[in-house]
């Protein structure tokens, strides 16, 4: 579809309203974490992460015109902080995995691994990463106490169940439940720098902020950033920042399809350009996708407020907000990255989706559970991936038989070479659902 800016005026109008501005927070329980403890620790420059983070939300939500999160590079970002990486280095990890996201989406590699991925894979990696934020979310709050003190007035479990039955309440109901949850969060956030006994501490600085960081990693620097952190995520982002995206937009917004090939260049040129200014790796998610439609974004609306927000934030305070976000309640933003995670594993419903076959669909469910088991036993996208696709392909091999499936696979081979010779993007798109789906059948 043609840009036009007038168009995407009309559908920002004709959109805004308060349930886009709940779903534009939706995918904060999600990002503070890591940007609070990455910018406390030095590892990125908050400023530029402010400032890049906002103009690619408000870049991607006028290119795909859906709700496409722009999220930390979960993985790296975690590898960054218990290795206590430089900046030089986390910016050298992001510059490695960016360039290869990059590379395999011009060269539309990522597009056919997508085909060959069967759907049960896919649905498996959405599972086991919604399983993996929820247990995330319990490891922000494990440290905190269901005694109520006057140090932890605003961060108990308390909150944590308080927060839980309100947004559960409101789970099948239109109400703007994650703004509610970060006002009240933000409200708590500042009450405790300003009345704190000595005095405020940390208070934000108004003034005129921009990037003035330049990053130039050394070779050891990209060996160890990029051996150590970037090597991890690499799986991760193609398999659920592109691939499994890719889906749940189908899933969600099947009007406004996104190509593999599309996604992984967006991922790959966010991090090409930003990590030079020390802005924290980013990509995008299924998982972020998911929560911030959860709590209400059904357009691009919802995302381009986000990134007009950041980049104000960006300008007005830069990095000056970290004394504010270290204090806002892990309570609170737990509950956001549980739901964001419930969210997410909810899309694997749909495994079985058009399959006919008993014995294919409990093939397909036993592939899942094998993908989400070994994801969340690892930690790794990539083991969930590999065990997944090898777990199918015994089983394929066990109900086809040798011989045949060797067939089927020549066949599906002959069909990708035909596929690559192919630069129609949409008629790559098409081929692309109907493999995937043949895949999911044939193969798994």
């Not at 905190?144 to 961060?155: E, P, S, V, Y």
């Not at 889906?247 to 917004?253: E, G, N, Y």
């Amino acid at each position: 579809m043609r840009f036009s800016f007038r168009n995407s005026y009309d559908r920002f109008v004709a959109n805004l309203n308060v349930h886009e501005l709940s779903g534009s927070l939706g995918d904060l329980g999600t990002l503070l974490p890591l940007m609070i403890s990455l910018a406390v620790s030095g590892q990125i420059n908050l400023t530029s992460t402010l400032w890049f983070g906002g103009i690619w939300n408000i870049v991607s939500g006028l290119i795909y015109q859906v709700p496409i999160c722009v999220q930390p590079m979960k993985a790296l970002g975690a590898v960054a902080l218990s290795s206590n990486m430089s900046i030089q280095q986390t910016m050298a990890a992001g510059l490695g995995v960016g360039g290869i996201i990059f590379f395999l989406g011009a060269t539309k590699t990522i597009h056919m691994i997508g085909i060959i991925t069967p759907k049960s894979v896919i649905k498996g990696i959405q599972l086991g990463t919604g399983v993996t934020l929820m247990i995330k979310a319990h490891d922000l709050v494990k440290t905190l106490q269901w005694t109520i003190t006057g140090a932890n007035w605003a961060d108990n479990f308390t909150w944590v169940l308080l927060a839980y039955i309100f947004v559960i309440g409101c789970y099948n109901r239109r109400v703007p439940s994650a703004l509610i949850l970060f006002l009240i969060g933000l409200t708590f956030a500042l009450v405790r720098m300003f009345t704190n006994p000595n005095g405020p501490i940390n208070t934000p600085r108004p003034g005129g902020h921009y990037p003035d960081t330049i990053i130039v990693p050394s070779p050891d620097d990209f060996k160890t950033g990029f051996l150590n952190a970037g090597l991890g995520q690499i799986p991760l982002t193609a398999l659920n920042s592109v691939i499994a995206l890719s889906v749940l937009i189908d899933d969600l917004f099947p009007e406004k399809h996104a190509t593999t090939t599309s996604i992984a260049m967006s991922v790959g040129l966010m991090n090409l350009i930003g990590c030079w200014f020390g802005s924290m790796p980013f990509c995008h998610g299924s998982g972020g996708l998911a929560g911030q439609y959860r709590f209400g974004a059904r357009s691009e609306v919802s995302i381009i407020i986000l990134g007009l927000c950041k980049l104000l934030l960006g300008i007005v305070f830069g990095g000056s907000l970290v004394g504010l976000l270290k204090l806002f309640p892990n309570s609170l933003l737990s509950v956001m990255l549980f739901v964001s995670g419930l969210e997410l594993a909810t899309a694997a419903r749909s495994v079985n989706d058009k399959v006919e076959d008993d014995r294919i669909k409990y093939e397909n469910f036993l592939v899942m559970l094998i993908t989400m088991g070994s994801l969340v036993a690892f930690s790794n996208d990539g083991i969930g991936f590999l065990t997944g696709m090898v777990g199918s392909v015994l089983l394929a091999i066990q109900r086809l038989g040798p011989k045949d499936w060797y067939e089927q696979f020549k066949e599906g081979v002959r069909s990708l070479r035909l596929q690559k010779q192919n630069t129609d993007d949409h008629i790559l798109v098409t081929s692309s659902n109907d493999l995937s789906e043949e895949t999911s059948s044939n193969y798994s």
